[in-house]
Each structure stands twice: as structure tokens, then as C-alpha cells.
């Protein structure tokens, strides 16, 4: 049985409104777990805006460990629609190596799926799209894997519905899926509804496992901010739903307060001795 493999899979950053505890948090845990790799499923920024672009790939290429990095419908041009359609990828410039870009580790590859278009023939272009390229791409790196390696498919959107308040609307995410189940991938990694899910779908050519963390940003629907701790064992795949909330804020690392405890004295607002007449300015002409 080969050694445990642990990956931390996080998604739906939103810089322009990311959530700073949240970030620290999850740049602690990788320091002190050394996680194989990181897989980030997309989002990074909230409207694709350039300064939005640069804090979020600041903050990726500051991970040290290897990196995978989904294109997020949030991630693409939002406002330059020329720019949209003839050099969508520019922003991801300074992270081009990890953009949709495969992982090998030993027994197991992270293989990417594209899920966002530039536009789409139906309304909003925020919706999930697996288009035939895009599938036949992750599935001929998977067809040239060694046999037994195991597979995780990191996507944007949740292939099929996960029951989330979010939803994907993935258009051919079923056929994407069965695909993938018929390959016998462990699980698809995806993000987008903002909340952590764990589920089976059957498929007609078989179950395949669907994974889902919830988000880093200030956008959260359902849950608290969270990343999930991914841990392969050679044989199977366990995955634990961290939260913010089970972090302790520094408040709450107190480990004794007296009795006679005050509340902390802000600098700004000096108390006047009891018994004393405040003092008043003298108008100023
Ligand atoms: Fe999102
Ligand atoms: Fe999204």
C-alpha cells in the first residue's frame, strides 16, 4: 500500500472580496501539513479585474507546494469582452504553468476539466460547459495514465447538480460524468456553490464519487468559509470538511478571565477620571 497522500482542496477565493482570516488560515495549515499538492477549483477573483488578478496570483505563487488552478466563471474578462474572446487566459499570466494543468504524484494524477466558456448560446455564461474538446482532452491524459493509477478530475463546476443551494447547470456535465465513471476516476473535485458536499451519483456506466469545497471569500451561501483535507491511501479517498468555525479566534484563546476583568481601553478614547469635569476646547475662529 503506497504511503498517505494528502491534498488540500480550496476554491472560490474571490479576491476583490476574499476573506483574510480565512486565507491566513489556510496559508498556516499548508505550512504546517505540507500537503502534496493544492488544488484550487477556481474563482479566484470576483470580476476579473487586474488588481484582483495580481493579489490573487501573488497569493498563489507565495504556496510553497505544487499547484493546480481551475478556470473560474468568475475568472475571465468580465468587462473587455474583446479581451474575453481573443486572449481570455491573459490576466492568468504569471501563473500560466499551473492554469488547468495536470499533477502526477506517486499512484495518483489530478487531471483538469474545463468548465467555463467565453460565451455560450443561452443565458447567464456564468453556467457550466463541458464542450466535447474540453472532455476529450481530460479524458486522453487519463487514457495514458499507468494502469492503477488513481484519478481525481478537478473542475470548476459541479459536473451534475449536488443537491447544493447553488446550482451549475452543467450542459454535458452527464455524459462527462459516466465518462469519468467508466475510466473508474476516485472523484471529481469541484467548486462554484460555495458549499462542501460529498456525494455518490450513479451513472450508466457505473457510481462516481463527486467532491465539493465551499469557499475562501466573504461570499458564502449555506456554510462558513472552508477548504477540504483530501487524503489518498492507495485504495480509497477520505475527505474532512474544514471550517473557519472551528478555528478559534484569538478571543477565544483567553485561557482565564478574571473576575474583575474590564474591557480592553481603546487608545483612541481616554476615560476621565471619575469626579472630573471633561474638559472643553475652546472653539477654534
Ligand atoms: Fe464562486
Ligand atoms: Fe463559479
Redesign the pocket.
Known sequence: MADKTLLFHI??I?FGLEDDRSLDWVVQEIAEKRPAAVVIT??LTMRARPREFDAACHWIRSLDVPVTVEV???DLPYFNLLERFVTPYKRFQSIRRVVECPIDLPGLAIVPLKTVRRWQPRWPWSHGWVTERALDQTLTIIDRLPRGTGVLVACHHPLVEAGTR?KAWTRGGDQALAELARRGVLATLS????DAFDIVKDTPHGPVRMIGAG?L?Q?IRSTPQGFNEVTWDGEAIEVRVRSIDDVPTRDMQVKEVPEDALPPRRPEEPVAPVNTVPRVDPPVH
Open positions: 476554491s472560490d474571490h477556481g474563482d473560474g466563471n468568475h447553488g467548486g462554484h456553490v460555495h469557499t471569500s461570499r
